[in-house]
């Protein structure tokens, strides 16, 4: 397979089942590959070049160690990508203190709790022309998609192993209702019943974020027609809800207890 610096890490990875090996091996900034849902959020959206970015390595490395498993290095385009340079948005360059709002998700995260609600709550704050600083571990991709929709614009860095940067601009234009109320739980009862016998039931309570949203969209993608998706989470997913809007799903939430949650999640 021919490769470049513009081919996805995810391209690679279906190509050989060595090659997550052989990319771990390359930099420890590429452990977080081995985690599968970590892997499916970033891979599709990441490049060697700018892997090689984050992992203080040179495109070229990834060749070396690529090469044994039947990988071909297109050297020109090489040349090419890494010459090209990736400017900043004009509102990154014209930043001041006061415009800015920072927020470090990295220690929640690593609690095990849902960074999702505290950002949207930022978010929410945000006045036009402001812009939010989060310092996270890794790309936040849903994040990004879902306040792209919204109008925000954004802008990535990746600093080191432990620490990417994503900023958020309000323009002014943006819905910043992002929390839809959760749908009315009083005919719960009805809908499950309709959907019995036709449903597919997945657990995310035991998952680290983003784990429980990547996991349920995944398994959207997947339901067959006419079947609705059983959710056990932990909380009532407020960040999640209008991203199944944007898809057509419509939605129940069913609140057993403290820490669980379940939803009844299928096409409107």
Request: glycine share 4%; aromatic share 8%.
């Amino acid at each position: 397979m021919l490769i470049n610096a513009n081919t996805k890490i995810a391209t690679v990875l279906k190509q050989h089942p060595d090659a997550l090996e052989a990319i771990v091996s390359i930099s420890p900034s590429f452990n977080k590959l081995r985690n599968p849902i970590l892997r499916k959020l970033m891979a599709g959206r990441t490049s060697l070049l700018m892997a090689s970015k984050v992992g203080g390595c040179r495109v070229e490395d990834f060749f070396e160690k690529l090469r044994p498993l039947g990988f071909v290095a297109e050297i020109a385009a090489v040349e090419e990508t890494t010459q090209q340079h990736v400017s900043q948005p004009t509102f990154i360059s014209n930043i001041t203190p006061a415009q800015l709002v920072s927020i470090d998700v990295r220690p929640v995260i690593e609690r095990g709790d849902d960074p999702f609600t505290i950002i949207m709550n930022k978010i929410k704050t945000l006045q036009p022309g402001m812009v939010l600083k989060l310092i996270n571990s890794f790309e936040p991709a849903p994040l990004i998609e879902i306040l792209q929709k919204k109008g925000f614009e954004y802008y990535v860095e990746n600093i080191h192993t432990n620490e990417v940067i994503t900023y958020f601009h309000k323009t002014g234009n943006q819905q910043t209702q992002l929390n839809e109320e959760p749908t009315s739980s009083e005919d719960w009862d009805s809908m499950f019943k309709n959907f019995e016998g036709k449903s597919i039931s997945i657990d995310v309570r035991h998952l680290e974020m983003p784990g429980p949203m990547m996991t349920i969209l995944e398994s959207l993608n997947d339901l067959p027609a006419g079947y609705a998706l059983f959710v056990n989470h932990k909380r009532i997913p407020v960040f999640l809800l209008p991203e199944l809007k944007e898809r057509n799903f419509d939605y129940r939430i069913k609140t057993i207890s403290e820490g669980e949650v379940n939803l009844l999640i299928f096409k409107s």
